[in-house]
T-cell receptor, first 115, second 114 residues
Framework: DTGVSQDPRHKITKRGQNVTFRCDPI?????LYWYRQTLGQGPEFLTY????????KSRLLSDRFSAERPKGSFSTLEIQRTEQGDSAMYLC?????????????FGSGTQLSVL | AQKVTQAQTEISVVEKEDVTLDCVYE???????LFWYKQPPSGELVFLIR??????QNEISGRYSWNFQKSTSSFNFTITASQVVDSAVYFC???????????FGPGTRLSVLP
């Protein structure tokens, strides 16, 4: 078990480009979350999957954002037509419904810089 | 709507001092969960504790202790005899009864000076 992994660690892109991030959760975890964190702030919830079903989406998630978890394992988060305001750390977390503590395990994040 | 407030943006203490990090929450749910997470300089958030809203017993784990007071909607975290390795950003969080809708507070940056 190597924990939650995210790829890439850093992404620099020009405004208007599309970017895609990948998250591989802990293998037995059925829940997967995407959060966004800007400097000096706490993580802000973006979306949440239970298995392959996307159960919740934040209002922060504009129509330029889309997330998938096609086989209930890894997930991708795509941002289309990036804007400078999208610059942030994108965090993925996973959890298991059988965990009595319901704790989230976080990845190291993908730092996005939009120039 | 759920909300978590951590009024202390930054705290600095000298090693071996005790320090308390405050957390105040708002929720309309009668059942909810409260959490503390630590984010060290490496960046990866680490789970510290979860507390069920029905369980108001205070908890102690080594140098860490948590004081949950439902009457004041507070879930404060105390580090006793702080160490330099405790330096991190600490987040308080709240989730609904289904363990979903995690809402994090803005965090408190703790610096423990040698």
């Amino acid at each position: 078990d190597t924990g939650v992994s995210q790829d890439p660690r850093h992404k620099i892109t020009k405004r208007g480009q599309n970017v895609t991030f990948r998250c591989d959760p802990i293998s037995e975890h059925n829940r997967l979350y995407w959060y966004r964190q800007t400097l000096g702030q706490g993580p802000e919830f973006l979306t949440y999957f239970q298995n392959e079903a996307q159960l919740e989406k934040s209002r922060l998630l504009s129509d330029r954002f889309s997330a998938e978890r096609p086989k209930g394992s890894f997930s991708t988060l795509e941002i289309q037509r990036t804007e400078q305001g999208d610059s942030a750390m994108y965090l993925c977390a996973s959890s298991w419904t059988g965990d009595p503590n319901e704790k989230l395990f976080f990845g190291s994040g993908t730092q996005l810089s939009v120039l | 709507a759920q909300k978590v407030t951590q009024a202390q943006t930054e705290i600095s203490v000298v090693e071996k001092e005790d320090v308390t990090l405050d957390c105040v929450y708002e929720t309309r749910d009668t059942t909810y969960y409260l959490f503390w997470y630590k984010q060290p300089p490496s960046g990866e958030l680490v789970f510290l504790i979860r507390r069920n809203s029905f369980d108001e017993q205070n908890e102690i784990s080594g140098r860490y202790s948590w004081n949950f007071q439902k009457s004041t909607s507070s879930f404060n975290f105390t580090i006793t005899a702080s160490q330099v390795v405790d330096s991190a950003v600490y987040f308080c969080a709240l989730s609904d009864p289904y363990g979903q809708n995690f809402v994090f507070g803005p965090g408190t940056r703790l610096s423990v000076l040698p």
